[in-house]
């Protein structure tokens, strides 16, 4: 589908989330940071976060910050909720986490997009929603581009081939 005149396209950088009506474009490039993709079909509304890590690690909260997981999550699901939905509407998709130290030694250091995407999972599990879609982990980086209006996602991954391939899952469309 082309998109809809006037439409506007919205860049996340790491720690933004956007949440939108059916005029919108939202991009991000991801590490092993993850994005997560939330849409309602029927009233084609969605948000996108981009956060890089699990959580805080000192839990004095003054304001959700979108740079961890669980404030992310918490900050879409409040725009869901402002715009009169329910969570359990939309379909959910993630995307990320990739390994951007794929040279070192596992024991060495840890795998922040692994944990990434872990932290994602369980925080929307929690939530009772379902991920209906994931491109998550491997090396290197990601384009995702999301289109509000009907709900397609557009993901390009530049990853060295010999590393092997990320996690790829789809549960249902």
Request: charged share 25%; hydrophobic share 35%; proline share 5%.
């Amino acid at each position: 589908m082309h998109p809809p005149r006037g439409f506007i396209e919205i860049f996340l950088q790491p720690g933004d989330w956007y949440f939108a009506d059916e005029l919108t474009r939202i991009r991000t490039i991801l590490g092993s940071c993850v994005s997560i993709v939330m849409w309602h079909p029927r009233l084609h509304l969605g948000g996108m976060c981009h956060y890089m890590l699990p959580t805080r690690k000192h839990q004095q909260v003054h304001e959700l910050d979108g740079r961890y997981a669980d404030e992310a999550i918490a900050l879409l699901i409040d725009s869901i909720k402002e715009a009169g939905t329910s969570p359990k509407e939309y379909t959910v998709r993630m995307f990320g986490g990739g390994d951007m130290f794929p040279h070192l030694e596992k024991h060495k250091i840890s795998n922040v997009g692994q944990n990434n995407v872990i932290a994602g999972r369980k925080l929307l599990a929690a939530h009772g929603l379902k991920i209906t879609d994931e491109h998550v982990e491997g090396a290197g980086h990601r384009n995702v581009s999301f289109d509000v209006w009907d709900g397609n996602v557009t993901m390009k991954q530049s990853m060295r081939m010999e590393l092997g391939p990320p996690r790829v899952r789809s549960l249902s469309k």
